[in-house]
């Protein structure tokens, strides 16, 4: 590990950095300055003339496909949000992650889905490893490391501060995180081991970089390749030995973003949204939108599920009216198709 030092700025921090192979960003999700810290450090290194890629925990690796079609310009960003159901599979405000995503696909940058799909790493909530299945087993990285006894520590705190996760067994919980950590380290080294001349940028999760416990050393176990990790420091207590070097970034709020106040199961056949409640505050229920109804559409945006939805109001704020066209079920006759404006909240 680097030293801990005191630095003046990002430049010099970039100074510090710019011969690692590997540099680790963490965060926490919902902390629009952390993503602005590694968008920073991204565009940082690519001005250094560094070549570039980011892995990124947040986009399973079922859909690099996608990812890909994205940064080369062959499709849109509404387009890729639906193929990479990151509204299902992530649901953190997209907009957080849109400025690193829009300079990636800008300047060509490989972005690289490190993450295992949610369906295996599930499963294996419910019955462990050894309960998958001959074809779930061959999703399952070939290395698990089982031997730090600080790593069961942590986790095995961490669920107990989490009831709503004691249905599961402390193992297949341990499992799991083992699960994400040796299966985003394992992609990671594969990629760097294919492409020799490219420096990885990984973002991801604050809990899966500190100490060099979680995808760190399960890293380099693979590939023995220069690395280094940058917490926010504002956020927990210092200990130097958590990360090689600290940024302390000033809090930053994304504007708020405007809310139709409804609940929402994705439609089927593409016949809408189907809403089941309300929000306390409700633009949608003042408008006359009713519980049952299946959203169709939403200002010029056809909806057939809910990421559609939220595709329509990405760049909505609060006050703004909205146009929103819902299918009402008639007990007799066909389904009628009603226009509302909706004042968002």
Do not use: C
């Amino acid at each position: 590990m680097l030293e801990l030092a005191a630095l003046s700025d990002m430049s010099d921090l970039l100074d510090r950095i710019a011969d690692r192979r590997v540099v680790f960003v963490g965060e926490s999700h919902d902390r629009y300055e952390d993503h602005l810290n590694q968008l920073a450090v991204i565009e940082g290194l690519h001005g250094r003339g560094k070549s570039l890629a980011i892995g990124m925990e947040f986009f399973q690796q079922p859909y690099q496909a996608a990812i890909d079609a994205y940064v080369a310009g062959e499709i849109d960003e509404a387009e890729f949000l639906r193929r990479t159901e990151y509204f299902d599979r992530w649901r953190f405000d997209y907009r957080l992650y849109r400025p690193i995503l829009r300079f990636a696909r800008e300047h060509a940058i490989p972005v690289i889905a490190l993450n295992l799909e949610a369906e295996l790493t599930r499963r294996v909530g419910e019955v462990g490893i050894a309960g998958l299945t001959e074809a779930e087993r061959a999703r399952v990285p070939t290395e698990i490391d089982r031997s730090d006894p600080t790593y069961r520590e942590r986790i095995e705190a961490v669920f107990a501060m989490h009831p709503s996760e004691r249905k599961q067994d402390v193992e297949n919980f341990l499992e799991v995180q083992l699960l994400w950590d040796e299966g985003m380290a394992e992609r990671a080294a594969t990629y760097l081991m294919a492409n020799p001349e490219r420096t990885l940028v990984v973002l991801a999760g604050s809990g899966h970089v500190e100490y060099g416990q979680g995808i760190p050393s399960r890293l380099t176990r693979r590939l023995d390749v220069p690395t280094v990790t940058i917490l926010n420091g504002t956020q927990r207590s210092m200990d130097p030995a958590a990360a090689d070097f600290f940024l302390f970034p000033q809090e930053i709020a994304l504007p708020a973003s405007g809310l139709l106040g409804v609940m929402l199961e994705s439609g089927i056949d593409k016949d809408g949204a189907l809403v089941q409640g309300f929000a306390e505050s409700s633009g949608a229920k003042d408008a006359g939108i009713q519980e049952g109804d299946r959203i169709v559409q939403i200002g010029d945006q056809p909806v057939s599920a809910y990421a559609d939805v939220r595709i329509a109001l990405l760049d909505k704020g609060p006050g703004e009216k909205m146009p929103v066209e819902v299918l009402r079920e008639r007990k007799l006759g066909a389904d009628e198709r009603l226009s509302f404006q909706v004042e968002l909240r």
